[in-house]
């Protein structure tokens, strides 16, 4: 018994023994091996000067290879954009404006220490040296005189440059940039913010703080962009902003954009739309105006008044193809053969007036007559103008039937007839004229003048004074008599001539054949021999016959 309690104790042993060595295993295999901090480059130097390691690059061409922790803050801080190479560069650009020269000189020379000089004066020492294929820039500060650098002067620099660039450009900035608390109070503000609110201020009092707000709450805190506010400046002018706001922390940034020009013009084209309404709402010519997509923008009570199209059809804004066959369904616009020729006839319509081209007399079934104009606009918008010419027209036919009425009565008239205007032209004459003178002024192009007339008349008659006199009858202004006189023709007939003055400083010519018994009658009437020639027949046709051959002597003595 006292064996098998020994086995057993050394079994227990054993196995707490295992389970021991296997925990340990299990722990170490968990842990895994030690782990070794990645260091920099510059980690031993900057533990053996405590810290005071200024700023040193390490570059394999233009990829940074290792930065001292001074260094990264002054590439962090560089307004020059791109990669670490291109920021270095523009950080030395302002110390060494020869830099790219003294970049080659270390190609030639495998180190260079040089000295730079800044815009505001402040001097940076560059050393610089090729090794292993690397490029290692440091740069130091000359002022320290070899002090330690407990903190890096050449980033808190750049730091302080960077701050003092910011505060400039707030500063002079035109527009008015503040901050402002939750609860509306403004924390800060630029320059031109405290320019406005010193205007705002009444007579007598000063500045203090906080601040005064310039602009209502709501508008400020509104996160619409372009949120538009007003304040009032003295000698009652208002200033007019269009304020932006961001977010930022608990507080909110917002920016005042003046707006003064665009509020004027705003003001300038609602005054000149306005104007622009009452002018189309008197215009006796109906007026439609499309976008570049033809939908109705404008009208006019005219444009409602001329095609009876309602006004709440066209407050729609409907298409110009719309409004066509609105005006088709009330007889408005002239039927065309078939629905297709008429779809292709608005297309054609919308291609002229667009271009400018399209100018129509609508003659509509109703007896109405419309001329109907398209412009094109600006930015592709189209102007369609229609006009009632009815009345315009019928005048115009009644005077174009007035006209032939009166031509065709005096072509009926056996004596010819010329008539000349005021400025000597001939402007009517009948067809006894072209027939006696063989001259039809209607196939003429040009204007026919009283002297070429009157060379035409003297070139088929005898030799008269005649022909001046008329012409200078004609072609005189003012008071005149009406006159007679006698042309002879080449063929050997007799004319007699009339010229008399007309409304208007017209002149009338008429001319006519004088036949040997006219010219036999006042023969007759001064010898007493007409009442014998009536009292005794066969006695009067002696006497007739006989005074017929004394006519015929005396016009061929004459």
Same mark, same amino acid.
């Given at each position: 018994?006292?064996?098998?309690?020994?086995?057993?104790?050394?079994?227990?042993?054993?196995?707490?023994?295992?389970?021991?060595?296997?925990?340990?295993?299990?722990?170490?295999?968990?842990?895994?091996?030690?782990?070794?901090?990645?260091?920099?480059?510059?980690?031993?130097?900057?533990?053996?000067?405590?810290?005071?390691?200024?700023?040193?690059?390490?570059?394999?061409?233009?990829?940074?290879?290792?930065?001292?922790?001074?260094?990264?803050?002054?590439?962090?801080?560089?307004?020059?954009?791109?990669?670490?190479?291109?920021?270095?560069?523009?950080?030395?650009?302002?110390?060494?404006?020869?830099?790219?020269?003294?970049?080659?000189?270390?190609?030639?020379?495998?180190?260079?220490?040089?000295?730079?000089?800044?815009?505001?004066?402040?001097?940076?020492?560059?050393?610089?040296?090729?090794?292993?294929?690397?490029?290692?820039?440091?740069?130091?500060?000359?002022?320290?005189?070899?002090?330690?650098?407990?903190?890096?002067?050449?980033?808190?620099?750049?730091?302080?440059?960077?701050?003092?660039?910011?505060?400039?450009?707030?500063?002079?900035?035109?527009?008015?940039?503040?901050?402002?608390?939750?609860?509306?109070?403004?924390?800060?503000?630029?320059?031109?913010?405290?320019?406005?609110?010193?205007?705002?201020?009444?007579?007598?009092?000063?500045?203090?703080?906080?601040?005064?707000?310039?602009?209502?709450?709501?508008?400020?805190?509104?996160?619409?962009?372009?949120?538009?506010?007003?304040?009032?400046?003295?000698?009652?002018?208002?200033?007019?902003?269009?304020?932006?706001?961001?977010?930022?922390?608990?507080?909110?940034?917002?920016?005042?954009?003046?707006?003064?020009?665009?509020?004027?013009?705003?003001?300038?084209?609602?005054?000149?739309?306005?104007?622009?309404?009452?002018?189309?709402?008197?215009?006796?010519?109906?007026?439609?105006?499309?976008?570049?997509?033809?939908?109705?923008?404008?009208?006019?009570?005219?444009?409602?008044?001329?095609?009876?199209?309602?006004?709440?059809?066209?407050?729609?804004?409907?298409?110009?193809?719309?409004?066509?066959?609105?005006?088709?369904?009330?007889?408005?616009?002239?039927?065309?053969?078939?629905?297709?020729?008429?779809?292709?006839?608005?297309?054609?319509?919308?291609?002229?007036?667009?271009?400018?081209?399209?100018?129509?007399?609508?003659?509509?079934?109703?007896?109405?007559?419309?001329?109907?104009?398209?412009?094109?606009?600006?930015?592709?918008?189209?102007?369609?103008?229609?006009?009632?010419?009815?009345?315009?027209?019928?005048?115009?036919?009644?005077?174009?039937?007035?006209?032939?009425?009166?031509?065709?009565?005096?072509?009926?008239?056996?004596?010819?007839?010329?008539?000349?205007?005021?400025?000597?032209?001939?402007?009517?004459?009948?067809?006894?004229?072209?027939?006696?003178?063989?001259?039809?002024?209607?196939?003429?192009?040009?204007?026919?003048?009283?002297?070429?007339?009157?060379?035409?008349?003297?070139?088929?008659?005898?030799?008269?004074?005649?022909?001046?006199?008329?012409?200078?009858?004609?072609?005189?202004?003012?008071?005149?008599?009406?006159?007679?006189?006698?042309?002879?023709?080449?063929?050997?007939?007799?004319?007699?001539?009339?010229?008399?003055?007309?409304?208007?400083?017209?002149?009338?010519?008429?001319?006519?054949?004088?036949?040997?018994?006219?010219? =036999?009658? $006042?023969? #007759?009437? !001064? %010898?007493? /021999? @007409?009442?014998?020639? +009536? =009292?005794? $027949?066969? #006695?009067? !046709? %002696?006497? /007739? @016959?006989?005074?017929? +051959? =004394?006519?015929?002597?005396?016009?061929? %003595?004459?």
């Amino acid at each position: 018994m006292i064996a098998l309690d020994w086995l057993l104790a050394l079994g227990l042993v054993l196995i707490a023994l295992v389970a021991a060595i296997a925990g340990l295993l299990t722990v170490s295999a968990v842990q895994g091996p030690p782990r070794h901090k990645v260091s920099s480059i510059f980690s031993d130097l900057a533990q053996g000067s405590e810290g005071a390691q200024g700023p040193v690059f390490l570059f394999d061409g233009e990829v940074l290879v290792d930065a001292t922790p001074a260094a990264r803050q002054i590439l962090s801080t560089s307004r020059a954009r791109g990669g670490n190479w291109l920021r270095l560069v523009g950080y030395l650009s302002q110390y060494f404006p020869d830099l790219d020269a003294l970049l080659r000189r270390l190609e030639e020379e495998g180190q260079i220490i040089v000295e730079g000089l800044s815009a505001k004066g402040r001097k940076l020492v560059m050393t610089a040296g090729l090794g292993g294929g690397l490029m290692r820039i440091t740069l130091t500060d000359p002022t320290l005189e070899g002090r330690p650098m407990v903190t890096d002067s050449l980033a808190h620099h750049a730091l302080s440059q960077e701050v003092e660039h910011l505060r400039e450009a707030l500063a002079q900035a035109p527009m008015p940039i503040w901050r402002e608390t939750e609860a509306g109070e403004v924390v800060w503000a630029n320059s031109a913010y405290m320019l406005k609110a010193i205007a705002c201020l009444p007579a007598g009092k000063e500045l203090g703080w906080p601040l005064p707000r310039l602009f209502e709450r709501v508008a400020s805190q509104s996160t619409l962009r372009g949120q538009r506010a007003s304040i009032a400046l003295p000698a009652d002018e208002v200033a007019w902003f269009d304020l932006i706001g961001a977010t930022s922390g608990e507080e909110r940034l917002v920016f005042a954009l003046p707006a003064d020009a665009a509020v004027s013009a705003e003001t300038a084209l609602r005054d000149f739309m306005q104007t622009l309404t009452k002018t189309f709402a008197q215009l006796p010519t109906g007026l439609a105006i499309f976008d570049r997509q033809r939908q109705l923008q404008l009208f006019n009570p005219a444009l409602m008044d001329l095609t009876g199209l309602p006004a709440d059809f066209l407050s729609m804004r409907p298409s110009l193809l719309s409004v066509l066959d609105a005006l088709r369904d009330r007889n408005m616009i002239p039927e065309p053969k078939d629905y297709r020729s008429w779809r292709r006839q608005l297309v054609e319509m919308e291609k002229a007036a667009a271009s400018g081209l399209y100018e129509e007399t609508w003659n509509l079934p109703d007896g109405q007559t419309f001329k109907v104009v398209g412009r094109p606009h600006p930015n592709g918008a189209l102007a369609l103008m229609m006009e009632d010419i009815t009345h315009e027209v019928s005048r115009s036919r009644r005077y174009r039937s007035d006209l032939e009425l009166g031509q065709a009565v005096i072509d009926e008239m056996d004596e010819a007839v010329a008539v000349f205007s005021a400025s000597g032209q001939l402007v009517m004459s009948n067809l006894s004229y072209a027939l006696m003178w063989a001259h039809d002024p209607e196939q003429e192009m040009k204007a026919v003048t009283v002297r070429a007339v009157t060379g035409h008349w003297r070139a088929l008659s005898a030799p008269s004074a005649l022909w001046s006199e008329a012409e200078e009858f004609i072609s005189t202004v003012g008071n005149r008599v009406a006159w007679r006189s006698e042309a002879r023709l080449l063929d050997g007939r007799l004319l007699s001539c009339r010229f008399a003055p007309l409304a208007g400083g017209a002149t009338l010519a008429a001319f006519r054949v004088v036949e040997v018994a006219d010219k =036999a009658r $006042p023969v #007759l009437a !001064e %010898t007493g /021999l @007409a009442e014998t020639a +009536l =009292a005794e $027949p066969g #006695l009067g !046709e %002696t006497i /007739l @016959a006989d005074a017929d +051959l =004394a006519a015929a002597e005396a016009l061929k %003595t004459a």
